[in-house]
């Protein structure tokens, strides 16, 4: 269940979406997962296509249990044609989120981050377009915009991004613009901006900021903070980018290649989060206070990130349905949660 409801747009999504053929690439990792429970909440026919390299069953298993007959998994890659062509059969829209989803990742892997993230989505374009789906909308990065100067990004300030995965991602949606103009397929670009939420794997050495943040706190370690910890980031909440996707699909407009920034539209320092962090989910004010820990700057990384969302609001509707705040609070309960059960299962307990 999406934790935040979306009341002003949920009856007419569920006009547009259900009994639809929707086709998740990626469904298996994180956005990708609430989307689908999303998206199976407004009666639609989900199938999903994801090799498992980066996440598990475990979000999926219980949709496939309690909605077989509306969910149907296909383990394979989107580098697969004959895969891609069993999932996208009869789909009429196609989310895609697969992809190498990490800078530090990108750093170490360049060339298989540009092989997933690009030639894939080349993959997918092709394979949407030959079965005739009616719009794809691709799941972009902020990443895109690298350091160009000018707070808050809009869509019309031109990229620069500074990593391979940013330079993977702009170039995939560089692709869906390509789709529209010469074979008229549907596509639009959501640019997200750090999303977070419930689930996020905190558990890989490439785990995102809040996920790792709230893994070491719970352990009794300090956050580890790359350089001086005054970067910002405009945090978004999972929820807000399932209805940014959503709403892309369901669009009246002719959407051909556009692109949107996805996020909060406000802009909060990784010093700030840590605070946060530590406030909630710390030993109190009894304990041993827990230190921050800072280390090197990573290649890569851009200084601020912080989006203006009018074009997104203006022409699909979109508004935040969390803010930074409510999403925090339910990512990090969900975090000690997840922490009270790992700890449980490695003492011999059950899950
Ligand atoms: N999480 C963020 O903050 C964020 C920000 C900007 C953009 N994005 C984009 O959003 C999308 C989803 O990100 P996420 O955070 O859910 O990442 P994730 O790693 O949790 O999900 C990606 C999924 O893609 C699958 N995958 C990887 N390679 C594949 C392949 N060759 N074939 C099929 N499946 C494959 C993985 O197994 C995983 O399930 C990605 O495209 C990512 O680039 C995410």
Same mark, same amino acid.
């Given at each position: 269940?999406?934790?935040?409801?979306?009341?002003?747009?949920?009856?007419?999504?569920? !006009?547009?979406?259900?009994?639809?053929?929707?086709?998740?690439?990626?469904?298996?990792?994180?956005?990708?997962?609430?989307?689908?429970?999303?998206?199976? &909440?407004?009666?639609?026919?989900?199938?999903?296509?994801?090799?498992?390299?980066?996440?598990?069953?475990?979000?999926? @298993?219980?949709?496939? !249990?309690?909605?077989? &007959?509306?969910?149907?998994?296909?383990?394979?890659?989107?580098?697969?044609?004959?895969?891609?062509?069993?999932?996208?059969?009869?789909?009429?829209?196609? *989310?895609?989120?697969?992809?190498?989803?990490?800078?530090?990742?990108?750093?170490?892997?360049?060339?298989?981050?540009?092989?997933?993230?690009?030639?894939?989505?080349?993959?997918?374009?092709?394979?949407?377009?030959?079965?005739?789906?009616?719009?794809?909308?691709?799941?972009?990065?902020?990443?895109?915009?690298?350091?160009?100067?000018?707070?808050?990004?809009?869509?019309?300030?031109?990229?620069?991004?500074?990593?391979?995965?940013?330079?993977?991602?702009?170039?995939?949606?560089?692709?869906?613009? #390509?789709?529209?103009?010469?074979?008229?397929?549907?596509?639009?670009?959501?640019?997200?901006?750090?999303? *977070?939420?419930?689930?996020?794997?905190?558990?890989?050495?490439? /785990?995102?900021?809040?996920?790792?943040?709230?893994?070491?706190?719970?352990?009794? !370690?300090?956050?580890?903070?790359?350089?001086?910890?005054?970067?910002?980031?405009?945090?978004?909440?999972?929820?807000?980018?399932?209805?940014?996707?959503?709403?892309? #699909?369901?669009?009246?407009?002719?959407?051909?290649?556009?692109?949107?920034?996805?996020?909060?539209?406000?802009?909060?320092?990784?010093?700030?989060?840590?605070?946060?962090?530590?406030?909630?989910?710390?030993?109190?004010?009894? #304990?041993?206070?827990? !230190?921050?820990?800072?280390?090197?700057?990573?290649?890569?990384?851009?200084?601020?990130?912080?989006?203006?969302?009018?074009?997104?609001?203006?022409?699909?509707?979109?508004?935040?349905?969390?803010?930074?705040?409510?999403?925090?609070?339910?990512?990090?309960?969900?975090?000690? /949660?997840?922490?009270?059960?790992?700890?449980?299962?490695? @003492?011999?307990?059950?899950?």
């Amino acid at each position: 269940m999406a934790s935040f409801p979306s009341p002003r747009h949920d009856d007419r999504l569920r !006009e547009a979406l259900e009994g639809r053929v929707c086709c998740v690439t990626g469904g298996a990792g994180f956005i990708g997962a609430h989307l689908v429970e999303r998206l199976l &909440e407004l009666g639609a026919i989900v199938r999903v296509i994801d090799d498992l390299s980066t996440a598990t069953l475990d979000a999926l @298993n219980p949709l496939l !249990e309690r909605q077989p &007959e509306r969910l149907r998994f296909v383990r394979g890659s989107i580098l697969d044609d004959d895969a891609l062509g069993d999932a996208f059969s009869r789909a009429s829209l196609v *989310f895609h989120c697969a992809a190498l989803s990490s800078i530090p990742r990108s750093v170490e892997h360049p060339e298989r981050s540009w092989a997933v993230n690009t030639t894939g989505t080349l993959r997918v374009l092709l394979a949407a377009r030959d079965a005739a789906v009616r719009r794809v909308v691709y799941s972009a990065s902020s990443s895109a915009y690298g350091n160009t100067p000018g707070l808050p990004k809009a869509e019309t300030h031109t990229p620069a991004p500074v990593s391979p995965y940013g330079a993977s991602k702009l170039a995939a949606e560089h692709l869906c613009v #390509a789709f529209s103009e010469t074979y008229g397929l549907s596509t639009v670009s959501l640019r997200y901006f750090n999303v *977070f939420g419930p689930r996020q794997r905190p558990d890989t050495p490439y /785990a995102g900021v809040i996920p790792s943040f709230a893994s070491r706190v719970l352990g009794g !370690e300090a956050p580890r903070i790359f350089g001086d910890g005054e970067q910002s980031r405009d945090f978004t909440f999972v929820d807000n980018a399932v209805l940014a996707n959503l709403l892309a #699909a369901t669009s009246d407009r002719p959407l051909a290649g556009e692109v949107y920034n996805t996020a909060t539209g406000s802009r909060v320092t990784v010093n700030e989060l840590a605070e946060r962090v530590i406030a909630k989910l710390g030993p109190g004010p009894a #304990a041993q206070p827990i !230190e921050i820990e800072r280390i090197e700057p990573r290649p890569g990384e851009v200084r601020h990130s912080h989006a203006d969302i009018s074009r997104i609001t203006n022409d699909l509707g979109y508004e935040p349905i969390a803010t930074f705040d409510q999403g925090l609070d339910v990512t990090l309960d969900w975090y000690r /949660a997840w922490h009270e059960r790992t700890a449980k299962t490695s @003492n011999g307990g059950v899950r």
